[in-house]
C-alpha cells in the first residue's frame, strides 16, 4: 500500500534556514485541514528541539502550490461542527498550534506568492514577517464572514493590532482581500519582491531578519485617526459607526460580522492569551448557528458546482485567448468589460454605430468605476480597456476562440447572426447564445456546427452578479461544454448547468413569482406594501421594482414563451397590460410602477389610480407567501423535469442569480426551515383561495407524503 505523502514537509538548507513546505497531495492549493494541522503541529515541535540546539536560525513558510499560499480551512470540516462547544474547541486548537509558531525563538517569515486567505492568513500573522510577490495572484484576506464565521485562529485578534483597527474592521467586516500593494500599504505586508526569483528573495530576507536588518513599515495615522484608534471615546465612536454600518447593510440579519466587532472591542487591551479565548467562544457561536451553516452550505454548493463536469471533460476544454462578443448593448457592454477586466481581448460587433458607441462607453464606465473602487489599479483602467476592439464587421472573428451572442431576444435575428458568424468562425470555436429564454436547442438545429453551439446565460448587471446559466443542447460536444465552464471561471462566475428548457432555471422561477405581483395589485395590495414586504424578507429588491428594472416589454415577451410552455399556471394577471397599455416600460422610459427622476424615486400616482390600491389590506405574510411558495412549487416542477440535477443546484441559482437572501440559504432551504407539510398545506389554502396556480406540484405532494427534505432531493 502506497503511502499519501504528507501535506508539509521541513527543509533545512545550507544556511542553517528551516523552510516549512505546505504542499496538500492531490489538490491545487494548500488547505488547512485537519490533517494539516497535525503535521503542523508535529513540525513545530521538531522545530523546538532543533532550535534549541543552535539551528535552524529562521524559519520560512513557504508554498509548493503554484500561485497560491494557502487557501484557508477546509469548509467541508467547518459544515461537521457539531455545536457551540465544539466549535469553540477547534478554533482553540488551532489558536493553540498557530501560537505555538508565534513562540519559536527565531525569525519567522511568512513567504506569500499567491492567494492567502483565511486561516492560511491568519497563519501568516502568526510570523515575524509577512513578505509577498508582486503577482496578480497574491492577495490578502479574510473572507470567513462570507461564511457566517469570524476569524478564529486568531486573526480577530492579531490583524488590528498590526494594521489598526479600521483597516481590520474593513478587512473582516466585508470579507474582501486586498492585493499585494495594498496590503503593503496597510503594513500587512512587510516587503514586495518580484514573483521572479522569489524563493532567492525571501532567502536574503531571512538571513537580514537574523542579523535584525529588516526594516518593517510603520503606516502613519492622521490626527483624526489617532484620536479615533488610540482614546476610549474615539474607539467608542470607531465601534458605535461600525455597528450602524452593518446593521443598515444587513438589517441584523447576519450575526458574524457583529461579533466580530465585539470581539475586536473586547480584546484590544488583553494580552494576547487572555484574548484568544473571547474569540474561540464567540466562533463557536456564531459557527452553529441556522445563518452560519446556510453559508457553509452554499459555499460548498459552489464548488459543487465548479466539478459538475469530469476532470476528463474538463481537461478537453479549448484555451482561450480572444472572445467576441454580437450585440453592443447594455448587456453585451456589460459582457465585454468583464472579458477584458479579466485580461482576455475581446471584440464588440454591432451592426450600428451609435449602439457600439454606446456599447463601448458602457464597458469603459464600468471599468472606470472599478479603477475609482479599487477593484482594478487604477494605471490598469486603460490598459484593459485598449482590450476591447468596436467593429461593424466580422474581419477579426476568424482569430476568435468563443463568441458570444448578445443581441434581442428574436429567434429569426440569433439564427441570422449564427449564420453569418459560422462563415467566419474558425473550427474549433464556441458559439455562445445569452439567451434568457429561447431555445438553444433550436438554434443550434441551424447551425453548421451544432456541437459547438451552447447557452451561456449571463445576469444583469454583468458585472456584479455572479451565476451563469450553462445550456446543454443534445448536440453540445463536452470540448464546447467545458470550453463555457472555463471562461466562466476566469470571468469570476459560477456556473450551473442546465438543461434546455424555457426560461432555463432562473428566470423560469421568477416567472410566477413576478406575474404574482399582477394579481396581488389586483386584489388591493399596493406597490410600495408588495415590496416592503419582500425587502423586509431579505431580498435586495421587491418584484414591482425588479419588473421595472427587467422592463415590461420583456417580461411580457419572456411572460408569452412561458404560458406556451407551460399552460395556465404561468398566465399572467391582466394588471400588467394595464401598464402597458399606459405606455409603461419601466425603468427605460422612466415610467414603470415607480416615477425616475433626478429627484426622487416613489409609486406613480396614475399606477396607484389604475389599481385602487387599498381597497382591502394585504399582509405582508400573504404577499410573502404567494410569491414565494408559487416561486417554491415551480422549482419543484423543475427539479422533476431534470432542468438541474441538484436541489443545491436552485439554492444557488437563485441567491447568486437574484439576490435571493443568503442567510435563508435558498429557496428550498428556506422552505425546509417552513416543515414540507407547512408548505404543502398553505399552498392548498392559497389554491382554494386564488385559484389552481398554487395547486402543489406532483413532486411536491409526493415529498410530503414520504415527510422528506426539499433540500435532500
Known amino acids: 500500500m502506497v503511502e499519501t505523502p504528507a501535506p508539509l514537509r521541513l527543509e533545512i538548507d545550507s544556511n542553517k534556514i528551516a523552510w516549512l513546505v505546505f504542499d496538500t497531495p492531490d489538490s491545487r492549493v494548500n488547505l488547512l485541514d485537519s490533517r494539516l494541522m497535525r503535521c503542523l503541529d508535529q513540525r513545530l515541535a521538531e522545530l523546538e528541539s532543533r532550535i534549541a540546539t543552535g539551528y535552524p536560525v529562521a524559519v520560512i513558510l513557504w508554498s509548493g502550490k503554484p500561485g497560491t499560499f494557502i487557501a484557508g480551512a477546509d469548509v467541508n470540516e467547518i459544515a461537521l461542527i457539531e455545536d457551540e462547544v465544539d466549535g469553540r474547541l477547534k478554533s482553540a486548537a488551532g489558536q493553540r498550534i498557530f501560537r505555538r509558531l508565534e513562540r519559536l525563538g527565531v525569525p519567522k517569515i511568512a513567504a506569500i506568492d499567491g492567494a492567502c486567505l483565511g486561516g492560511g492568513l491568519e497563519l501568516a500573522l502568526a510570523c515575524d514577517w509577512r513578505v509577498a510577490s508582486d503577482s496578480r495572484k497574491t492577495t490578502l484576506g479574510l473572507p470567513e464572514v462570507r461564511l457566517g464565521l469570524i476569524p478564529g485562529f486568531g486573526g480577530s485578534v492579531r490583524l488590528p493590532r498590526l494594521i489598526g483597527i479600521q483597516r481590520a474592521l474593513s478587512m473582516i467586516l466585508t470579507g474582501r ?189 464600468l471599468l ?41 431576444e428574436r429567434m429569426h435575428v440569433k439564427r441570422q447572426v449564427l449564420g453569418e458568424v459560422e462563415e467566419v468562425l474558425p473550427p474549433h470555436a464556441v458559439f455562445a447564445t445569452n439567451t434568457s429564454s429561447l431555445s438553444v436547442t433550436e438554434l443550434g438545429r441551424t447551425a453548421a456546427r451544432p456541437q459547438s453551439v451552447v447557452g451561456l446565460h449571463f445576469f444583469n448587471p454583468v458585472h456584479r452578479m455572479l451565476l451563469v446559466e450553462i445550456i446543454r443542447t443534445p448536440f453540445s460536444s463536452e470540448e464546447a461544454l467545458a470550453t463555457a465552464f472555463k471562461l466562466a471561471e476566469r470571468l469570476g462566475k459560477t456556473a450551473v448547468l442546465v438543461a434546455d428548457r424555457p426560461g432555463f432555471l432562473v428566470n423560469r422561477l421568477l416567472a410566477p413569482y413576478l406575474n404574482e405581483v399582477g394579481f396581488l395589485l389586483a386584489d388591493g395590495a399596493d406597490v410600495a406594501g408588495i415590496d416592503r414586504a419582500l425587502t423586509d424578507f431579505g431580498l435586495p429588491m421587491g418584484p414591482c421594482r425588479l419588473l421595472d428594472e427587467i422592463g415590461f416589454d420583456v417580461a411580457a415577451h419572456v411572460a408569452k414563451e412561458m404560458v406556451r410552455a407551460f399552460g395556465d399556471r404561468m398566465r399572467p394577471s391582466a394588471a400588467l397590460d394595464t401598464l402597458a397599455n399606459l405606455g409603461r416600460l419601466g425603468k427605460k422610459n422612466s415610467r414603470g410602477f415607480y416615477t425616475y427622476s433626478e429627484r426622487d424615486e416613489r409609486v406613480d400616482r396614475e399606477v396607484a389610480r389604475a389599481f385602487g390600491a387599498g381597497r382591502r389590506t394585504v399582509s405582508a405574510d400573504e404577499i410573502v407567501d404567494r410569491c414565494l411558495l408559487i416561486l417554491l412549487n415551480e422549482a419543484m416542477y423543475a427539479l422533476s423535469e431534470g432542468v438541474v440535477s441538484r436541489a443545491g443546484d436552485v439554492d444557488l441559482a437563485m441567491v447568486l442569480g437574484t439576490g435571493f437572501p443568503p442567510h435563508r440559504g435558498g429557496p428550498l432551504a428556506w422552505a425546509d426551515s417552513l416543515g414540507v407539510y407547512v408548505v404543502r398545506d398553505r399552498l392548498k389554502e392559497l389554491q382554494d383561495a386564488h385559484g389552481e396556480r398554487f395547486a402543489p406540484a406532483p413532486a411536491l405532494e409526493r415529498l410530503a407524503d414520504s415527510g422528506g427534505s426539499f433540500t435532500a432531493v
Open 177 to 365: 482581500s486586498v492585493s499585494a500593494r495594498i496590503a503593503h500599504r496597510y503594513g500587512l505586508v512587510d516587503q514586495i519582491f518580484p514573483s521572479e526569483g522569489f524563493r532567492a528573495y525571501i532567502a536574503t530576507v531571512a538571513l537580514d531578519a537574523v542579523l535584525g536588518r529588516v526594516e518593517r513599515l510603520q503606516p502613519g495615522l492622521s490626527t483624526r485617526d489617532r484620536f479615533l484608534e488610540g482614546t476610549a471615546v474615539g474607539r467608542r465612536i470607531l465601534f458605535g459607526n461600525a455597528r450602524k454600518r452593518v446593521l443598515k447593510a444587513s438589517g441584523g440579519r447576519y450575526p458574524a460580522p457583529l461579533a466580530a466587532i465585539e470581539v475586536i472591542r473586547e480584546t484590544l487591551e488583553l494580552s494576547i492569551d487572555e484574548a484568544l479565548p473571547v474569540e474561540a467562544r464567540a466562533l463557536g457561536r456564531v459557527a452553529t448557528t441556522q445563518v452560519g451553516r446556510n453559508l457553509v452550505r452554499l459555499f460548498r454548493l459552489g464548488q459543487a458546482a465548479r466539478k459538475v463536469l469530469s476532470p476528463d471533460v474538463v481537461d478537453r476544454a479549448r484555451e482561450i485567448e480572444k472572445v467576441a462578443v454580437v450585440g453592443a448593448g447594455v448587456m453585451g457592454g456589460g459582457i465585454a468589460e468583464l472579458v477584458a477586466a479579466n485580461d482576455i481581448s475581446v471584440v464588440l460587433k454591432d451592426i450600428d454605430q451609435d449602439a457600439l458607441d454606446t456599447g463601448l462607453r458602457h464597458a469603459n464606465e
Open 368 to 408: 472606470q468605476k472599478a479603477g475609482k473602487r479599487g477593484i482594478i489599479a487604477p494605471t490598469e483602467v486603460g490598459l484593459k480597456f485598449a482590450l476591447i476592439h468596436g467593429t461593424l464587421t466580422y474581419e477579426t472573428f476568424e482569430e476568435v476562440d468563443l463568441v458570444i451572442e448578445a443581441v434581442i
